[in-house]
């Protein structure tokens, strides 16, 4: 049991208590401790983490849980279920959450609905909604009506897209935590777009190899927290939808079949195409089953992923590779790039402490930084155009300086390198004078504000910061927020030919809501061989944490470990960073 797994189920107490109308004193508690507990360390065994306060009974130290949330956590993450809950769930159909995602419906009206029509989902209500049966009912009218069915078409809109990767890939992983902890599983992976790392997913797939009965692993996923319904389940797979309205399989299999069906189900599918016709060519038919011969021959088993390419004379290819742009031409060559991998990174770059919009202190953010193995850490806090992320001024920057300095000898084991990261002003200048630039290891330049401006416009200001000495890393180049706001515009390609001729660094952006440079772009900068950073872009201890997003994103984009600055102890780090090509006649 997880921290979040335990915030899902307070969340849904929450809801279901909104539905039974109780008062909004205790719905509020349900929420508030909910928060709480999404504020401890990720793994429950972790030092101060869940189950070390389960033990101690320290959870009422959190802010925001109380006795009562206590006893109902201590019970759920003892016995792995929670009476109350069971007993709130047998008062209304398992779809019931559904109605109270509609605009404007509301949970009063929501459970009126489910009482006065007997409708247990959103099928259901549109029935009742198109046959005129909801405007009957009191404090409805025509007018609820209508709104009630574009709320479920808007519903069923959101439960279809494609979420991002930053909702997913938290949810696959707690699913195939609960998968991995139920009895007979010996194996158990994500698969799909999620394993790839692709910006956003349609759907969740786990795959998992169990020895004997399978039905205590289908119901371990059929009942996860996040849950909504189950929509099939049967001997091999079981497909639910989340309360997010992403769908999830599991898929079930012997363990001598894991690996075809990991990668089966992996994707994608336009690289599967070429694949299985390479696969002919050898006399072999490729399925999640495995290697059959053509000729009527005994099958193949292959043990690993790695064996499976094998057996077709091919290079291993790595599941963000998998996209048909060419990796299956390389790995027959056995010409696949050296990507790079998380734990080739040596030290946390561009971090934001308390100094400007950071939520924890220099300090703290050291400290954590080593305790996950960095060698070095960069301190970037904003400068004073950032005005509303608290950036700092001349005087500032130089006390922090002197923090620095005191932190650094309480901590010796890890480097930190002095930076900044510097706005990117409308004009291409940099926001501080060249005696500071002149005394900062390390200056990330980034556009923070005027993202509006013209491709021509946008162009020239982004040039005019690659072309200053001092410009060291590229930040968060394009700006974009996924789902939020495009990217800025401006001729790409120009920009990056450009960094690489001055040795300008592109940040990878590890932000989840960022993954800035995209695996696109990251593809043109390969192209002219431009170095590039693994960034956290850290703003929170747990933020560090993000790095994954960041690896994950350059693999999909062909980064090669040798491009890649920080996958290098610091005084390298700081050398391929600050090295410029020399000027050309």
Known sequence: MTPREVAAVLREISQLLQLKGENAFKVRAYDLGADAFETLPPDPAAPGGLYERVKSGTLCELEGVGKAIEQKVTELVSTGKLDYLEKLRLEFPRGALDLVQIPGLGPRKAAALIHELDVVNLDDLEKAAREGRVRGLKGFGEKTERSILEGIAKVRARQGARKPLWETRPLAEQLVARVRAAPG???????????????????????????????????????????????????????????????????????????????????????????RGIARDKGLSISEYGLARLDGGPSLQPESEEALYGMLGLQPVPPELREDLGELELAAKRALPDLIEERDIRGFVHCHSTWSDGRATLEEMVRAAHALGAEFITITDHTRAAHYANGLDVDRLRRQWDEIARVQEKFPQIRILRGSEVDILEDGALDWPSDILDQLEVVICSVHQRFKLDEPRQTDRIRRALMHPKCAIWGHPTGRYLGDRDPVSARWEELIALAAERGVTIECNGTPHRLDFSADLLRVARKHKAKICLSVDAHSTKELENLHYAVGTARRGWTEKDRVVNARPADEFLKMMWTRPPATA
């Open 185 to 275: 599983v010996a194996r158990a992976e994500i698969a799909g777009s999620v394993r790839r790392y692709d910006e956003t997913n349609g759907d969740i797939d786990i795959v998992a190899a169990v020895n004997g009965p399978v039905e205590p692993v289908m119901e371990a996923f059929a009942v996860a927290p996040d849950v909504a319904e189950v929509l099939a389940r049967g001997g091999t797979k079981c497909s639910v939808r989340l309360r997010d309205g992403l769908q999830a399989d599991l898929r079930v299999v012997g363990e001598a079949q894991f690996a075809t069906a990991l990668h089966h189900f992996t994707g994608s599918k336009q690289h599967h195409v070429k694949l």
